[in-house]
Structures are given as structure tokens and as C-alpha cells.
T-cell receptor
């Protein structure tokens, strides 16, 4: 079964450092997303990406965040200068519009710990 | 604005008992989609079901069943004859009428099945 792959599974970084989280969405999917989940809390939308541009972003997704699809397979989330409150599990997801509304397939997540 | 409320933070039941997880939603859209996702201890988000707002038929899939009632804006999830493998956090989520809109998640219900 096709799956969304995320790397790294866990990253520990110092406050102020740049972090890049990587995702390989399902190959025929057109919509890509990042969500995050602070430990023990709900899953929150960060950003959606379609046709090589951001289609929607949340208030959380400020200037410190950026997304990129550098080639035909990878989808990355960059945090320029990490803060303690960025510590969370980050989920990448993708969907195929042709299959109907938003059946997102999520990756296993990348846990980010900012010290 | 969209909102999903899962009032039950944690539920524990003894194996083989039935359990119902509640979900109440708010939206101004006349067309919308409701979802349930499971997050097992390993952390990934697993899609369980999608239901559109025009389809109020209850659905059964094995031991799982869903009760959608527009009149009360609820989309409840019942597990029959629970098993230890059902132990997880369960999230209810809502999206709007277009195919690529973000998911709004509830805060989740942690279900523990006691052997």
C-alpha cells in the first residue's frame, strides 16, 4: 500500500538552529500538507501546498516557516530559527483530489525536540 | 469558523465491552466532510472513515460503527466487543466543501482497553 515517508523520525536541535523536515508524499497525489501535534494535544493544520505554491496556511505558519517541493518527489518543511515551543510531532500528509474530499494519508511523523 | 469537540478526554473499558466515542462539530458550510482518525501508541495517524454531510446513513465496518446525526451535529463512533489493539487516541475531524481544504481536528479521546 502506498505510504507517505517522513525523515527524520526524531530530531533534537538547539534553540535558534534551522531544521528541515523531509517528506515523500504518495507519488500520484497533488495536495500536500504539514500538520503538527504538540505532545498530548490536538493535531493542528500548518500549511497546504498545491501546484507549487501555498494554498492555505494557519496563524502558526509564520515567517519562520517555509515549505518547498524541490524536486518531483520531496516536500520539505523548514523552520529557520527554532524556538522551544516548536517542539512537537510534525506530520506530513498528501491527498488525491480525484478521490474525493481530503482523505489525507499521513506519514508516521517527525518528532522535533528543541532544547 | 469550524470547530470539533470531543468532550471525552480519556475512556477506559474492559476488553469485550462496547464503547462509544462522541464527536460534536460546528460549521457554517452546508457541504462538509467528517472523519475519524486513529493514533496508536506508535504515533502515526490512521484514516478510519470519511462521511459527507449529505449522507446520514449509519455505517458499519466490522466491529466499528458510526452514527451521523445532522440534527445534533454529531458523528459518534462505536467500537463493539473492544480489543486491546483498539487502545489508541481517536480524533474526529472536519473539512469544508472543497477537496483540498484543511482538516480541523478535535482534541482526541484516549481509549484504553483493559485486558
Amino acid at each position: 500500500e502506498p505510504e507517505v515517508t517522513q525523515t527524520p523520525s526524531h530530531q533534537v536541535t538547539q534553540m535558534g538552529q534551522e531544521v528541515i523536515l523531509r517528506c515523500v508524499p504518495i507519488s500520484n497525489h497533488l495536495y500536500f500538507y504539514w500538520y503538527r501535534q504538540i505532545l498530548g494535544q490536538k493535531v493542528e493544520f500548518l500549511v497546504s501546498f498545491y501546484n507549487n505554491e501555498i494554498s492555505e496556511k494557519s496563524e502558526i505558519f509564520d515567517d519562520q516557516f517555509s515549505v518547498e517541493r524541490p524536486d518531483g518527489s520531496n516536500f520539505t518543511l523548514k523552520i529557520r530559527s527554532t524556538k522551544l515551543e516548536d517542539s512537537a510531532m510534525y506530520f506530513c500528509a498528501s491527498s488525491d483530489r480525484g478521490s474525493g474530499a481530503n482523505v489525507l494519508t499521513f506519514g508516521a511523523g517527525s518528532r522535533l525536540t528543541v532544547l | 469558523a469550524q470547530k470539533v469537540t470531543q468532550a471525552q478526554t480519556e475512556i477506559s473499558v474492559v476488553e469485550k465491552e462496547d464503547v462509544t466515542l462522541d464527536c460534536v462539530y460546528e460549521t457554517r458550510d452546508t457541504t462538509y466532510y467528517l472523519f475519524w482518525y486513529k493514533q496508536p501508541p506508535s504515533g502515526e495517524l490512521v484514516f478510519l472513515i470519511r462521511r459527507n454531510s449529505f449522507d446520514e446513513q449509519n455505517e458499519i465496518s466490522g466491529r466499528y460503527s458510526w452514527n451521523f446525526q445532522k440534527s445534533t451535529s454529531s458523528f459518534n463512533f462505536t467500537i463493539t466487543a473492544s480489543q486491546v489493539v483498539d487502545s489508541a487516541v481517536y480524533f474526529c475531524a472536519l473539512s469544508g466543501r472543497f477537496g483540498n481544504e484543511k482538516l480541523t481536528f478535535g482534541t482526541g479521546t484516549r481509549l484504553t482497553i483493559i485486558p
